[in-house]
């Protein structure tokens, strides 16, 4: 099962983002144009123009005459239900739509969205954008400003995180359709077993680990304590902010965007987790693990805890996919002593291109796939977890999915990662600086993390001044 389909955390791997040379030194690239000064204005120019039209063209016609959308998404892995769906929309509209599926990687994704986008291609109306692309393409002028089409009144029915996550500059630019958040995962028969209950404190998951993989070691069953995702890509960002924020920290200011992976509370998380967790309770090979090797450990039983996101329970449930079915238990994440439990936010929304020809028909369709029908219909039928508030308390969604009772508070204090148009670069610094000090023990974590700090106000410094942070 491809990975993407259920996480964000690949989206940005490659730390790749088009550039381009002016005489003030690096530009990001804008459409046709450099540098990237000018997009604090676009937004508010487009909208205007965008609004008065939407309406008028809400037939959905081309000018061309032909009644149809192009869609581009990654590819589902449960085809079958997105078929049902788009053949629905279909005979109820009569308008083709045209789904063209990329790779199932979301780094594929994200690089054929820039290449079509940065060439002003009419070829696409409507496009899948993780939670982590929305600044970059709204700085770019990408994606269209739906200010007009999801006005504040409908935006309240979601999820608040979700609605900051597709906001820049003040103008949400996508409508969120599918909501992640880490969880924690662990075998519920071994707790009980061991007289455990469900840690509260990352140091009570560390000895309760240890008590059962020693305990089970006596029995000549070899096991380990956690798995989770510590390769260096966008899910060790995912992961290791967990752990700051648990402890009082932050890796950005969430007002000015300053770094703050520097401050004491975040040196000391970092820490933890290379001191107490990689080699100790995770395996060093957790070093080398994405979503998928880190949830095969788990599901073959081979560990007591398990960070990931919500689609992993439907797998570990499944008892041609897993050797626990039956034995595993959900919770939030931990926290340090005197902080909060925190998860990552993940998660997909659905975007218009600002080159698009058919906008009014775009804005229909994607109004059609985020609302409360289509929603259900992806819960139940996949357990996707949704983004609208109101289905954690629909009746068919939770027969469906009876975990969504405890997750949705979790989804409610889901914290976004660092929004800036040029979050490829800084979520690049940010792994780097992460793997290396969890990888070698000798490492000064506090110099390793002012050298990223340093790269980082490097970066920011390439965006005109207020630009370098969305502002929700």
Not at 265 to 276: C, G, Q, S, T
Not at 327 to 356: D, E, K, M, N, Y
């Amino acid at each position: 099962m491809p990975p993407v389909l259920h996480s964000t955390v690949n989206a940005t791997e490659t730390g790749r983002m088009p550039f381009c040379t002016s005489p003030r030194g690096f530009r990001p690239r804008l459409p046709g144009r450099c540098p990237l000064r000018a997009t604090r204005f676009l937004p508010f120019i487009l909208l205007p123009i965008l609004a008065g039209t939407l309406f008028s063209a809400c037939g959905g016609v081309s000018p061309a005459g032909a009644r149809e959308l192009r869609f581009l998404s990654w590819n589902p892995d449960r085809p079958e239900v997105w078929n049902g769906i788009i053949e629905e929309y279909e005979r109820r509209s009569g308008t083709r739509i045209h789904m063209e599926r990329a790779p199932s990687s979301s780094s594929a994704l994200h690089d054929l969205l820039v290449q079509k986008l940065r060439n002003e291609s009419p070829d696409i109306d409507v496009f899948f954008m993780d939670v982590i692309w929305v600044p970059e393409f709204a700085a770019a002028g990408w994606a269209s400003p739906l200010e007009d089409v999801f006005p504040p009144t409908e935006r309240e029915k979601f999820l608040p995180g979700t609605i900051a996550a597709n906001t820049y500059g003040k103008v949400v630019y996508g409508i969120p359709l599918f909501v992640d958040a880490g969880m924690l995962y662990y075998r519920k028969d071994l707790l009980e077993e061991y007289g455990f209950s469900p840690p509260e404190t990352w140091q009570e998951m560390v000895h309760q680990a240890d008590t059962v993989v020693r305990g089970e070691a006596a029995q000549g069953n070899r096991i380990y304590g956690f798995s989770a995702q510590f390769k260096q890509y966008e899910g060790l960002l995912c992961v290791m902010q967990e752990f700051i924020l648990s402890n009082g920290g932050a890796i950005m200011d969430p007002e000015t965007g300053a770094p703050r992976f520097t401050d004491p509370a975040a040196l000391e998380a970092v820490r933890y987790v290379r001191d107490e967790c990689i080699g100790g309770a995770a395996p060093r090979g957790a070093l080398t693990y994405e979503e998928p090797e880190s949830m095969a450990l788990f599901v073959q039983g081979r560990a007591v805890f398990h960070r990931n996101w919500p689609y992993v329970w439907s797998i570990a449930g499944d008892r041609t996919a897993s050797r626990i079915a039956g034995r595993v238990g959900i919770a939030r994440l931990p926290r340090f002593p005197g902080g909060r439990s925190c998860s990552t936010l993940g998660g997909w929304q659905l975007g218009i291109s600002s080159f698009s020809r058919r906008r009014g028909e775009a804005a229909r369709f994607i109004l059609y796939l985020t609302g409360d029908e289509v929603q259900r219909r992806f819960a139940v039928e996949t357990g996707r977890a949704p983004s609208r508030r109101a289905l954690y308390g629909d009746r068919s969604v939770l027969a469906a999915n009876p975990q969504f009772r405890d997750m949705k508070d979790v989804f409610l204090r889901a914290v976004p990662r660092p929004r800036t148009p040029l979050y490829p670069a800084v979520s690049n610094a940010l792994q780097r600086y992460l793997s290396r000090v969890l990888a070698f023990p000798d490492t000064d974590i506090a110099a390793e993390a002012a050298t990223a700090r340093r790269r980082i106000e490097w970066i920011q410094s390439l965006l005109p001044q207020g630009e370098g942070h969305a502002v929700p």
